[in-house]
Structure formats: C-alpha cells, structure tokens
C-alpha cells in the first residue's frame, strides 16, 4: 500500500512538472530561509547555556536611580568580590572578578595590540566552563606571571610550537608564562578573550582597594539552595555599609542570571557581547511568514490541482477507499514533497551558510551536529505535511465518487474563494515585508545623512590606549598640529558617538536636588575641531589661564535643563560632585550636536577641561587624506614605536553605532526577496492553472472575435485581484509595525506616503508580470489547436 | 442474492420533485446475467450506481446476501461491497498514474491482502487475460479494448460474487465489444452474477435475462428461458 502511494506521488511529481518544480522550488527556499533562521535563533537563545554551573552564576550589577530611571551597571570596583564572599559565606561559593582590558603583547620580534585581554581571578576556569587543552584549570592562574591563551591566540605568537612554558611581555614589562590553552570561545559566549591573564598582578596597586574604581565585572557563584531574592534583598545594608557612607549616594546591588546577561540591556558602556530579544522576536516573524507563505501556495495548487485528481479519488473510493485512506495518501503525498525540499535545503544551507555568517558578522559553528537542527527538520517536515496537505486531502476525499467519475464536480467556487483569501493573505505578508525593508532603509539613509551638529567629515580618531602614546600626547599634538595637512587636533574623553559618562553637579544658587549631566573632558581645541558653533559667551582660550581648571562650556540642552536661555548661561558657576573639589565657571554654551547616536535624543552635557584623555581627534585639511594619515602614523611610531598604529574616521566611527540595523535591513531586504519569489512562484503557478482550464474558453473567444488584450485582461484580472486586496490590507498594517520600530529611534525619518505606494506598486507590478507572462501565452496560442485537444 | 425494495431516487428542479428511479422492485439471483436497457436518461445508470453502492437513493431498501445495506455502518457496508462487488465502467476509469500491474492490485490494496497474495492473484489474473507482456504498460499506452480488459481483470481480482458493467462496450468498436462480452459470457458460465447496462440489443442478448427502464420505472421483465 505505502509503495504504492509512493510510486504514484512520484510518478504524479514527474507528470506535473511545472507543478512540481514550483511547489518543490518554493518550498525549499522557504524552508531554507527557516533554517537560516532557525540557526540563528536557536545561536541566540544558547548563549552561555554551556557552563555547567550557570544556573547558579550571576553577575553582580549596580543599580543606580538616575532622572528617575532604574539603571543597571554592570561594572563594579575590585573591592565587591572580597566582601561579597566574607560577608555571605553562607550564599557566596565564589567569586571571580573578570577586568577587560587592551595591550600590547609580544613574543620575541613579534607584537600585538591586545583588544580582548581579561585579568580574571584564579578560579576564573573553575567557574566558567571553557576548556582547556592544555593546563589545569584549578592552577592555570594561581601564579601572577601565567597567562593562557585561546588556541587561535596561541597560533599568533608560538605557530606550531607547543606554547606551554613560554614566556609573553605585556606592556614591555610584566613576563608571562604560558600556562594553559583554551579552546576558542564559542560564538554563543557572552565573555569572549582571548588571553587571561591573573588579576593578582595588581592586588597590590593602590586603585585595587578603593570602592568607587568602578572598572570591572563580578561573577559570583552561589549554592544551590541560597533564595537569591532574600539575597539581594540583603544588598541594600551591604552597599550602605561599605559604599553610600563614603559617596553618599544611593546605589544598589542586584543579580543578574548568567543566561539572562546576553539579552539585558545594559547600556552601551557594558563590554560584554549583547543581543536585542527584539531582533530574534522579527526574525522569528519573518521565517513564520515565508513558511506560511510557501505552505499558501502548496495548499492552493493542490487545491487547484483537485479536479483533475477528482477521478483518481473517485475510482479509489468505488474500489473500496475508505475516507481515512485517501487522507493518508494526501498527507502523505505532501510529506514526501516537504522531505524533498527539506533535503534540497539541507544541501543549500551548506552552500549559502558562508554568505549568511558574514551577513551576520559572526560564525555559526557546528549546526551540523546539532541535534535540534535534525529536530528542527522532522517538526519541519510533519507541520508542513500537515498543514499544506491537509485542506487538499479534505478537500479530495470529500468528493463523491459518481460526481467525480462523471467528472461534473462542483469544486467551483467555494475552493476559487478559499485560493483567493490564501492569496490575499500571501501578498499582505510579502508588501508588509516590503514596506519593513523599504522604511528601515530610509531611515538608515536618514541618520547616515542627517547633520549631526557637528563635523564629522575628514576627521581621524586615534585611541591613546598606551602608555607610551599617553605620555607623550602633548608632544604628539604639537607635532600633528605643526603638520601643514592637518587643521586642528584636539585630546578629549571621548569621540561623538563614544564614551560620554553621566555626572552628578551641584549648581550654585539652586539649592535642592543635584543635576544628572553627561560629560566629555577636553582640552581648548574641542569646540575648533569638531566645528562646533558657539551660541553664547566664548570658546575655551589659552587667553584664560583659568580655563582648564575653573570654566566649563555646556550645551543648549544642558541651558535648559538649567532654567535659564543660552545668553543667560555664562556666569553660573556648577560642580562636578565627584571630580571637582571647587565650582566651575560656565563660559560659553554650545549648539546641540549628536554625541550619541541618533536613537538617544540630545542630552544636557558638559565640556570641562579636568584631565581625561582617550582619545585624539585629528581634522585633516583639505587633500590627500593618505599623506596626512602617513604624517600622523610618523608621529605615532616617534612616541610609541612598538605599538601598532591604529585610526579610524569619526564618521564611520560614528555609523558603527548603526551596524546592527544595517544588518537587519540587509537581512530583511533578503528575506523580503525570498518571500516576493515565493509568492509570485505561486501566482505562477495559479495563473498557468487557469490558463490551461480555460483553454477551450479562450480559443472559443477567439474563434468568436476577442482579441488578445482582451484575453489577457480577462485572464489577469481575475488573480490581480486578491494581490490588491492584499497590498491594500498591508499598508495599515506596515504603518503600525514601522511606526512602532521606528520609535526606538529618538531622530527619525517620516513615514512618507510614497514609500507604501512604491512598496505596494513594487507587488502589484510584480504579480501583474508574473500572471501576464501566462495569459499572454495562452490569449496567442492559435485557437484551432486548443479546440481540436477537446 | 440482491433485492431492491420501493426504490425511489429524484432531484428538485425548481421545486418539482423529478423522479430518476420509481418504485422500483427487482430481484437478481446467484448465477443471473442480466441485461438492464432503455432509452437515455431512463435511470439505468443510477440504477447500477445504487446497485454498487457508489449512489444511495432517496428512499427504498437494498438487500444484499440477506443484509439490508443501509442498515449498516459505513465500515461494514465498505467491506460488504468491495468484498462482493466488482465494476467495469463505460469509460474504463483506469488510474492513469498506475501501470496495469498497479491499477489490478489497487482493489487488494484496500482490502489489506498480503504482498505475496496480491503477487499470485494479480499473476493470475494477467495470465487469464493473456496481458502478461502488458503489465508494465500505462493505460494511455493501451487501446479501448485494452483498457477495458484491465478494467475488468480489476473489478475480477477481488473474486467478486456481483460484476456491476456500465455500458462496458461503449467506447469500443464492435471488434472489441464481441470480445469483451464473450468474456462476459464465459465469466457468467464460471458462475459470476453478473448485471451490466447496454443499449445494444446484440449485447444484451448475452444476458439471461432483459430489465428495460422506461422514465424511471421497469417496463416489463422477460425472460429468455
């Protein structure tokens, strides 16, 4: 019986190619797509779920009131850990503390700039699972002077050499030796290194006992049966005994889940890798629309399909068919149609996995041995099966035979209805697709192009994250600013769009709460360089001797936030609680400018000259940017001569902030395509369907004086219909789901009226194409020859 | 073997009741070759569709072995049938997917025999007909006749005690039908109750015994004997 079922779909597979071809081929994308999908759902949702204890890690955050806001940091002072795990003894098994860092890291003639250097305690490697192929992780760290390296790292440096035993500099001072190898960290890790080096090396540092060095991340892990909620409850104490007293602020503590890290918005300053539930939530939506999409069109030509299998079903049924057999056989028919393009997907997936990851800008390993892949695929297989041969083999067995032997069915409306809805339903998805893609890329454009406020153009950034570069600024500034290729070059905190820390003034004369202000420090050239426009009072001057200790420039937002119009600002006299023992002098305020990204609205800010250099901002003038690259890569090497030289352009700089939804228009765009494919394979297919049923219509009509346009407006409008009922459902529609996305922005692109016309003109042309291709085929055939097939 | 009983079958048009089968009582016993005849659209066909089951009539009972078939549950009435009953129609009504092998063991499929079972019968029946050299074959590679033979060897295959034939020779030329209809003969002499419906007075002339319908209602019953 089964193979008999078999032998028959595949022989119907091969006498209805056109049909096959097109529900074989939609199928496989779509499942393709649903795949690619799945991978990177399923890479999202594992994330740190591979350390063996990570039900009972957490992360230590310190939770701040801020404008009113619950704000978490993630980063804590080295002090934490010791008095966490005293003070619990009960609660607290361990705790490692884990400090990001950079440097430079040589081996004999070679050297490297380390991005991804943590100095973690000595259990770092008992607590987290990464593995190590050589050492052990209970000693790896114990002594100061050992380092362990991934194996990629290790390559680097030693190549082939076994590098267990030797020796690495960091900074050109302290020696390491390497003690242990750890496998590459997985993709779905939310630390990632790639030396760890003992943080024992600065237990003796001065910085390492005070409590507001806020500089690095705590994990702790606790026993099994501690109530984690009476323990943080208990922080509140904790943190008025060994912190609020000396600031006298009022910060707390809290948890968070290891496996909760990864999706916790933390702010832009938490180093760690971070993922938006969002995105996965519209991927997610996305592969359930291209599935649905393709299963539309299996189900509507089968159904299409059901009259000339009328007779089969009939015949089956006087031959003593009962109902449950012919719906197998249905079911089963489209299962075997789904394994097919499961497999041909499993074959494409392999060959456009490549393409994929640097979509993503990361790797997905392994999924080949993942089971649930294979899951995955099984649950695939059954639900498409299901679904998309389920209203057909209902549809079919439900025929009675004498009607379908006499071949007089009346399929007729009922099912032409049902293929209209599902159409419909398949058009609204792909315009709704559309106008996502169409308005993400607007608003892309718009931030790319919007005017930020300040110059971003042919400008250098260059971090001064050495010790050699920081102690030699002056002299590299002056050099720079000697070069006759470079315009101005200004030493500051941070870049727009980089590092802009919050905080706390006092304002003189406004007794009552202290003000929230973000910051940057700066020396006089801040205002030149970034070309920022005065609105009141004046720039910083080395006229004013006094200027880098006693006045501050603030912004017009930070004007407002005082009360007072930009004019009225200079005068007023404010402190930074925690950096300034004496009140600064306002002496200009500034225009407004971006420096954040264009998702935060444009905060009260202040440019103080207190000593905070990271970065140098170089404004090149006019002409060969690579002669000026090449003066100041002179001028670096001069100070720094082993550190690699490094720059990147503020205003790319500036649209990294953007990567991530640069990639999911791109995404998008591609999913939007697959699915306008599908659908019109489907409308393809429907139309040439028609076109063969009404063969004997159309050579009747013409034999009777129609034309061809005729015909073809006869056979068009009929399909083109549901499409426009679809577009029109999707505006709406499209119009919430973009206004809601767009809400994250704080700057944003209107939602022109011409993008919905464009994306619903785009489908409609689109379909109008697909189904014309088949009736102008069928209105040109000569009539004599479809009459004489009857 | 089968009895119908005050068998009435109509369709409404607009709001008249048309009747296609009137009081129609008739009675078919083991071994019977019976010929049903009338003009068009008398109700031969649907006569035949209900005596197969593939048709229920408005109103009437139909016995079959002593089982009154309505009475049954669908299960029980779908085993009676395609246990006892056989039938060849007009058209032929070959899957046209299946080769000739397939398109005879379709009926064994439904009736859950064994692979090696269906092999022997379906051997049989291909070695009775003389279509050996032809069971790979796909109907459309056939002539009517053809055709026919396989849609006969199908209804066959399950031993049927009731071969039901629409119109069997139909479509073919006389040829073709002489042959069909002796087969007819010798299957009927090998003790198959057969009932088939013709226009063809030469054709029914094979039966034993002759039925004619006229607008719904037998005319008179003859017997040959």
Redesign the interface.
């Known amino acids: 019986?089964f193979k008999?079922y078999l032998?028959?779909a595949l022989?119907?597979l091969k006498?209805q190619k056109v049909f096959s071809i097109i529900n074989i081929a939609g199928l496989t994308v779509g499942i393709l797509s649903c795949l690619m999908i799945f991978l990177f759902v399923q890479n999202e949702f594992s994330y740190d779920n591979f350390h063996e204890n990570g039900n009972n890690i957490y992360r230590v955050m310190r939770v701040a009131e801020r404008n009113g806001n619950r704000e978490t940091i993630p980063y804590l002072s080295p002090p934490y850990a010791t008095a966490i795990k005293n003070d619990y003894p009960d609660a607290v098994k361990t705790a490692v503390r884990v400090m990001p860092a950079g440097g430079l890291v040589s081996y004999e003639n070679v050297a490297f700039n380390e991005k991804e250097i943590y100095f973690t305690d000595a259990d770092f490697f008992s607590l987290f699972d990464f593995k190590l192929t050589a050492g052990d992780k209970k000693t790896v760290l114990q002594n100061p002077g050992s380092v362990v390296l991934t194996e990629t790292a290790a390559k680097k440096y030693f190549g082939k050499q076994d590098p267990i035993g030797k020796v690495l500099i960091l900074d050109k001072e302290l020696q390491l030796k390497v003690t242990g190898v750890a496998k590459d960290i997985p993709t779905n890790s939310h630390l990632n290194f790639d030396l760890v080096v003992p943080i024992s090396n600065y237990s003796n540092s001065d910085w390492f006992r005070e409590w507001n060095n806020n500089n690095l991340f705590t994990y702790v892990q606790l026993n099994p049966k501690t109530d984690v909620d009476k323990l943080t409850g208990s922080f509140t104490a904790f943190m008025d005994k060994y912190v609020n007293e000396e600031t006298g602020e009022k910060t707390g503590l809290d948890l968070s889940r290891l496996e909760d890290i990864y999706f916790e918005s933390a702010g832009p300053w938490d180093q760690v890798k971070h993922g938006n539930l969002n995105v996965v939530y519209i991927f997610m939506s996305i592969a359930f629309l291209i599935l649905f999409i393709a299963c539309i069109n299996f189900m509507n030509l089968s159904t299409a399909r059901a009259t000339e299998r009328s007779?089969?079903v009939?015949?089956?049924?006087?031959?003593?068919?009962?109902r449950r057999?012919l719906v197998f056989q249905f079911i089963g028919e489209s299962i075997l149609l789904a394994a097919i393009s499961c497999l041909l997907a499993l074959g494409l997936l392999q060959f456009f996995m490549p393409a994929f990851n640097s979509l993503l800008g990361y790797e997905l390993q392994g999924y080949w041995k993942n089971p649930n892949l294979y899951v995955f695929i099984a649950v695939i297989i059954v639900v498409i099966g299901l679904l998309a041969g389920s209203y057909p083999a209902f549809l079919l067995s439900s025929f009675s035979?004498?009607e379908s032997?006499k071949g007089k069915l009346r399929l007729g409306t009922g099912g032409a209805f049902f293929r209209k809805v599902l159409v419909v339903f398949q058009f609204s998805c792909t315009v709704l697709l559309i106008i996502g893609m169409m308005i993400i890329g607007s608003q892309m454009n718009y931030v790319r192009t919007k005017n930020l406020g300040f110059d971003k153009e042919r400008s250098v950034v260059v971090k001064l994250d050495n010790n050699e570069i920081w102690t030699g600024m002056n002299r590299f500034k002056q050099q720079l600013q000697n070069n006759p290729s470079i315009e101005n070059v200004s030493l500051m905190s941070g870049a727009p769009g980089g590092f802009h820390d919050s905080f706390t003034f006092q304002v003189e004369g406004m007794p009552g709460d202290d003000l929230q202000f973000r910051t940057v420090f700066a020396d006089f050239e801040y205002v030149r360089t970034l070309g920022l426009k005065i609105l009141a009072g004046r720039d910083f001057s080395p006229a004013f001797p006094t200027d880098s200790g006693q006045a501050v420039l603030i912004n017009r937002a930070a004007a407002v936030k005082l009360g007072v119009t930009p004019e009225k600002a200079p005068g007023m006299r404010l402190r930074n609680t925690m950096r300034d023992s004496v009140s600064r002098t306002v002496v200009g305020v500034v225009e407004n400018f971006h420096f954040l990204s264009l998702r935060e609205t444009i905060e009260p800010m202040v440019i103080s000259g207190s000593m905070d250099r990271r970065v140098a901002v170089i404004k090149l003038k006019n002409g060969d940017p690579g002669q000026a690259i090449n003066a100041i890569k002179k001028a670096y090497t001069g100070i720094a001569p082993v550190y690699p030289f490094e720059f990147e352009f503020l205003d790319q700089q500036f649209d990294h902030q953007y990567q991530t939804d640069q990639r999911q228009q791109y995404i998008l765009s591609g999913f939007s395509a697959i699915a306008i494919f599908i659908a019109c394979l489907g409308l393809f297919g429907l139309a040439s369907y028609t076109a063969v049923r009404r063969t004997k219509e159309i050579g009747v009509r013409k034999v009777l004086g129609s034309s061809t346009q005729n015909i073809v407006i006869l056979l068009s409008k009929d399909l083109l219909k549901p499409v426009l009922l679809g577009t029109l459902i999707a505006i709406p529609l499209g119009y919430a789901a973009m206004y809601q996305w767009l809400q994250s922005f704080a700057y944003r692109t209107s939602l022109h009226w011409w993008v919905f016309a464009v994306a619903a003109i785009t489908a409609v042309l689109i379909a109008l194409i697909t189904v014309s291709f088949q009736a102008v085929k069928a209105a040109t055939a000569n009539p004599v020859k479809s009459l004489r097939t009857e | 073997m089968i009895q119908l009983k005050h068998i009435f079958h109509w369709v409404n048009q607009g709001g008249k009741r048309v009747f296609i089968l009137k009081d129609i009582n008739m009675e078919v016993n083991e071994g019977e070759f019976i010929s049903v005849m009338g003009a068009s659209g008398s109700g031969k066909s649907t006569l035949l569709h209900i005596l197969g089951t593939i048709q229920e009539p408005n109103e009437g009972d139909y016995f079959l072995k002593g089982e009154s078939v309505y009475q049954l549950k669908e299960k029980q009435r779908s085993l009676l049938m395609k246990q006892n009953i056989g039938i060849v129609f007009q058209a032929y009504h070959l899957i046209d997917e299946l080769t000739v092998y397939e398109n005879i063991e379709t009926p064994l499929l439904y009736l859950n025999i064994p692979a090696s079972e269906r092999k022997a019968r379906v051997a049989e029946m291909l070695d009775k007909f003389q279509i050996v050299g032809k069971k790979d074959l796909f109907p459309s590679q056939l002539s009517g006749g053809q055709q026919q033979i396989v849609g006969i060897a199908r209804a066959l295959i399950i031993e049927p005690t009731l071969l039901l034939a629409d119109e069997p020779t139909g479509n073919l030329n006389s040829k073709q039908g002489e042959e069909i209809m002796n087969i007819f003969k010798e299957l009927n002499q090998e003790g198959v109750t057969i009932v088939q419906v013709t226009h063809s007075e030469k054709n029914a002339a094979y039966g034993t015994r002759i039925i004619t319908l006229s607008d719904g209602q037998i005319e008179h019953a003859k017997n040959d004997q």
């Open positions: 019986m008999n032998l028959l022989r119907n006498k007779k089969e009939g015949l089956r049924k006087v031959l003593g068919a009962v057999q035979p004498v032997l």
